[in-house]
């Protein structure tokens, strides 16, 4: 990797403070309800360093708008911008479960757009990585808006959002991915217009390899759709490891060394 990867990176980890506890990655309290705002949404909390517009649309399925709250340093940028993806097994959580993280990160000179996603398993694979495409395609369209700098775009999450932070940055972008999804009439990740590049990726507890988990462990049959010795390949396109090469964004890891959920081997590989 070239060094400027590795400098983007640092000032990335120095100004993303990691959490010491779980606990630091939750809001206060949950909103009461939340409701899409209008493209000319004006900001709904300000204070003397960041400006935060809540429940912006970013993206829509059916009836269903997709929202995300953006937090904007003072000044005039454009600040390298941060996705940053809650976590909670693909299946639970919400965009609230990162405001005092992302109100850290915004603090230290970023724009931050912390994002919900359509959940499992109502939604199966791919339907959440599908959403942090469109949000880091909003990113950038909407990048003069909210003072991005669209060469330095970096994804952070944790456990689930670890996940679709890794899967987001190595995913298979060729444009013939699609016609090799498979006999299971999976979508491949590697859709198309896929979004701009990601510059580094930050990821905590992140599970990266679903390829080597017994065939029958029913945990991630609600994300995935199935088993995996009914979905083997799904496993595989949704498996961040299966991607990665040596052109990868730089990324860094935090994960527990007593972690009995997420299996340490995967970051490590």
């Keep these: 990797m070239q060094n400027n990867g590795w400098q983007w990176i640092t000032w990335t980890l120095m100004s993303v403070t990691l959490v010491s506890t779980a606990g630091r990655l939750q809001a206060d309290e949950p909103p009461a309800a939340e409701k899409s705002a209008p493209a ?47 976590g909670g097994a693909w299946m639970s959580g919400s965009k609230w479960h990162m ?61 689930a959002g670890g996940h679709l932070a890794c899967l987001l940055g190595l995913e298979d972008v060729r444009p013939n991915a699609d016609a090799q999804a498979g006999a299971e009439g999976q979508a491949a990740v590697g859709a198309a217009n896929a979004p701009a590049r990601l510059s580094a990726i930050v990821a905590g507890g992140a599970p990266c390899d679903f390829r080597d988990l017994p065939p029958n462990n029913t945990a991630l049959a609600y994300f995935l759709g199935g088993s995996r010795a009914e979905k083997p390949k799904t496993y595989e396109q949704a498996s961040p490891a299966a991607y990665a090469t040596a052109d990868d964004p730089p990324t860094f890891f935090f994960h527990g060394g007593s972690d009995l959920l997420v299996p340490l081997h995967g970051p490590r590989q």
């Design 99 to 159: 405001t005092r993280h992302a109100r850290e990160t915004a603090e230290a000179g970023y724009t931050v757009v912390a994002i919900d996603y359509r959940l499992a398993p109502k939604h199966p694979f791919p339907a959440q990585i599908e959403d942090c495409r469109a949000a880091l395609r909003w990113m950038t369209d909407n990048a003069e808006r909210y003072k991005i700098d669209t060469r330095r775009l970096a994804a952070y999450g944790y456990s």
């Design 40 to 86: 000319d949404a004006q900001p709904t909390d300000s204070r003397p360093a960041i400006t935060v517009f809540k429940n912006v649309k970013y993206a829509e399925h059916g009836e269903q708008a997709l929202l995300a709250d953006v937090y904007l340093p003072a000044g005039d940028g454009p600040f390298p911008g941060v996705l940053m993806i809650h």
